[in-house]
């Protein structure tokens, strides 16, 4: 994951049901310095399939 995900990785954790966010840890700037500490931590899975 880097930071140029974060959009879409928040539009996914706000639309599922019961995902508990922190206004700190889950912003972009939290979500930017956990990554530069820990880069390899996070990961993306992304699905080219779009519904039409």
């Known amino acids: 994951m880097t930071v140029n995900d974060y959009d879409a990785v928040y539009q996914l954790w706000i639309n ?6 922190n206004d ?12 530069t500490h820990n880069p390899t931590l996070s990961f993306v899975a992304e699905n080219e399939y779009k519904k039409s």
């Open 16 to 21: 599922t049901l019961g995902m508990g966010l």
């Open 24 to 35: 700190i840890d889950d912003s972009y700037q939290g979500i930017e310095h956990m990554l």
